[in-house]
């Protein structure tokens, strides 16, 4: 039953190979993102920082195992889960407090378009699965053709 709820269907086709480079591209950004906070997973913020040191590791391995787990396809809703509630943090406690705009007009000035861009790749890899061409897809598929729509 939980299966049928996590991965009703797998897109294929067209569709599936948009997701596969979707999730190439996408997971190669967060590994990269969280190598450089690895080895100093509960302190990657420095000193005096607002965000506790457990919630810093959790953010670390979220975005590098999280992006690792997305490239492969591999449990893509638990992390794609984790890296949505990422940038949910990133978005409310750094991004939005500090007054950005959503697209800064003057490039010397950040913005917080690219993670509110993060933050809907990994919704909708949340909401549509990884695709066929995904582990979830060799290791959970029902052998059920996925929606026209889609294909």
């Known amino acids: 039953m939980m299966k049928n709820i996590l991965y009703p269907t797998f897109a294929q086709g067209r ?8 999730r190439l591209v996408f997971g190669a950004a967060f590994v990269l993102h969280g190598l450089g906070k690895i ?8 000193p005096g920082a607002p965000i506790p040191g457990l919630l810093q590791a959790l953010a670390a391995f979220s975005e590098f195992g999280g992006g690792i787990a997305i490239i492969f396809g591999l449990l893509t809703p638990l992390a794609a889960l984790g890296l949505l509630g990422t940038m949910t943090g990133a978005l409310l406690m750094v991004h939005l407090p500090a007054g950005q705009p959503f697209v800064s007009l003057d490039p010397t000035k950040t913005s917080f378009e690219l993670p509110m861009t993060y933050w809907i790749i990994a919704l909708t890899l949340l909401l549509t699965g990884p695709g066929a061409y995904s582990l979830d897809a060799l290791l ?3 052998s059920k053709k996925t929606d026209s729509a889609l294909s």
Do not use: E, K, V, Y
């Not at 569709?15 to 979707?22: K, S, V």
């Not at 080895?39 to 420095?46: D, E, I, L, R």
């Open 140 to 142: 959970f598929n029902r």
């Open 15 to 22: 569709a599936g190979l948009g997701l596969l480079i979707l």
């Open 39 to 46: 080895p100093n997973a509960f302190s990657w913020m420095g």
